[in-house]
């Protein structure tokens, strides 16, 4: 019982770990012509989105964009992050929409 209770720490401990890690890492430098992903989600004559708006808000304090993070990983990323940020749901589901659209 006790041997089950840690390995399910252990994991807990390592998903969180490498959640945060690949949070952190900065993203890779695109080739010459591609726009970023932050300058397709805003354009200088359109408002923000909801989603960019509640990243900047709460997520950007600490952390950029993140550009190659699948939609399942990105999904983690955020319900780990909802809790430790103090998220609402809406505000979850708001910047799912943005970081995997």
Known sequence: MTRNILKQLALMASMVSTTLVLAQTPPAPKPAGTPAKSATKADST???DVGQRK??????RCHSVPEQLSPSLTGTVVRHM???ASLSAEDEKDILRFLAP
Do not use: E
Request: charged share 35%; net charge positive.
């Open 46 to 48: 359109k408002q923000p």
């Open 55 to 60: 990243f900047d808000a709460n997520c950007g």
């Open 82 to 84: 909802r809790v430790r």
